[in-house]
């Protein structure tokens, strides 16, 4: 199950990179991981202001999540051969202009008070975080020994999970506050203008940055002249079956998170939860994300000594246990039990990303592009809750995500397991 050694699949173009420069490159890459997190989880923030300032109903202001990371599905293929052939490095310079672009649409989107070209500077924003992701993950998992992968991609994406954890603050008081003292539904839009320009002007100050860093090429060697690891197979990525599987499980846990995600402020403010203004609710998504932030810097210590895979199963477990009592329960039970999801999910991603992509050799940069496509989960599993919502309620909607959580359970079980598809 192990992956192939980086020295026989991949070669480092131009001088010989010092051992340090990897943690130097591993360092640099956080930023990145902050970013895309504090970007991603002011949706949050976004669809209940939204769904206010347009009169929209759930499943309308869902859509928000269904631009965003729809995104991921029309554009990983292409930004896999993008970084195919500019290299990580300049992906991530590419991805984080096209990210401060979408932000920047969000001025004239507010001005024309239109639902429409916010979904489209979503769309934007988010074709820029996908061609981040396809970039600086596999890179992530590259930079150093295949054997720790999933805990050295943990332990940056805890830093993700940082920007998710900071991010509730960030949209509460500069546009949930804000937006509930605007005299008029103009006003109210408005009031994500300035937010989303200072988040320009960040991505474009990360973009020069990463253009002027000095760190490690690593690319796909294709002739590499030593032994080819058993698992590796000639034609493409889509043969693992192990890979397939992990599509389907980023698919469902990106949609029980963002679905889990897109209704905190909601459940939150049900009078039978906790009744809290949606300016107080925001806040306390903090705690789902940093719940997962801890969650990481744990995981990446204690999966130095247990295989990701059961990791994931407990984990998963665990999940469906506390949003089975989220729905069941009422008051301060379900509020503290739907936000200790968010610890549960901490391993998920980068641990389904890592386990997917073990062995696939010179496949890995197609790899990576068909597991940023199963992001696309993100889009059509918070759509789906928002039409449950809509017509059974809340609390009942949160039984979808269980079934993801399932899901997950049997891939740490055992479809996370290197084998190949029979032709």
Not at 127 to 156: E, H, W
Not at 373 to 387: E, N, S
Not at 397 to 409: G, T
């Amino acid at each position: 199950m192990s992956m192939q050694s980086n020295s026989g699949t991949f070669e480092q173009v131009g001088e010989m990179q010092p051992a340090n420069n990897y943690t130097f490159a591993l360092t640099s890459l956080t930023s990145l991981f902050f970013m895309w997190g504090f970007i991603t989880c002011l949706n949050d923030i976004l669809i209940p202001h939204l769904k206010g300032v347009f009169n929209l109903t759930y499943a309308q202001a869902m859509l928000v999540q269904f631009c965003f990371f729809g995104a991921y599905f029309i554009v990983s293929l292409p930004a896999g051969a993008i970084v195919k052939k500019l290299g990580y490095q300049k992906g991530i310079v590419l991805g984080l202009v096209i990210a401060a672009t979408g932000c920047l649409c969000f001025y004239p989107a507010a001005s024309m008070h239109s639902y429409p070209v916010f979904l489209m500077a979503l769309f934007i924003l988010a074709s820029g975080i996908t061609l981040l992701q396809v970039s600086a993950n596999p890179y992530v998992s590259l930079l150093g020994d295949a054997k720790t992968a999933s805990s050295r991609l943990t332990m940056t994406q805890a830093f993700n999970a940082l920007g998710t954890t900071v991010a509730p603050f960030f949209g509460a008081y500069l546009i949930l506050n804000e937006a509930a003292g605007a005299i008029s539904e103009q006003a109210s839009a408005e009031s994500v203008q300035m937010p989303y320009v200072l988040l320009a002007a960040m991505l474009l100050v990360l973009a020069a940055v990463f253009a002027w860093l000095k760190l490690p090429n690593l690319s796909v060697s294709d002739d590499s002249t030593e032994e080819k690891n058993v698992t590796e197979i000639e034609g493409s990525a889509w043969q693992y079956r192990h890979l397939v599987l992990g599509a389907v499980g980023i698919f469902v846990y990106v949609g029980a998170e963002v679905s889990i995600g897109s209704l905190l402020v909601s459940f939150l403010a049900e009078p039978s939860i906790a009744g809290l203004e949606e300016s107080k609710a925001a806040k306390y998504i903090a705690y789902y994300f940093g719940g997962a932030m801890v969650g990481r810097f744990i995981g990446a210590a204690v999966m130095q000594k247990i295989a990701g895979g059961k990791a994931l199963l407990f984990n998963a477990s665990v999940a469906i246990v506390l949003v089975l009592t989220a729905v069941f329960t009422s008051g301060t039970v379900a509020m503290v039990a739907i936000l200790l999801v968010g610890l549960c999910n901490s391993i998920m991603f980068p641990t389904i990303f890592s386990l997917a992509i073990n062995g696939l050799g010179k496949h890995t940069s197609q790899g990576s592009g068909i597991l940023c496509l199963a992001i696309v989960g993100g889009a059509i599993i918070p759509l789906m809750q928002g039409f449950l919502v809509d017509s059974v309620g809340i609390q009942p909607a949160l039984l979808l995500p269980i079934v993801c959580y399932v899901f997950i359970a049997y891939y740490g079980l055992s479809g996370s397991k290197v084998k190949s598809i029979a032709k």
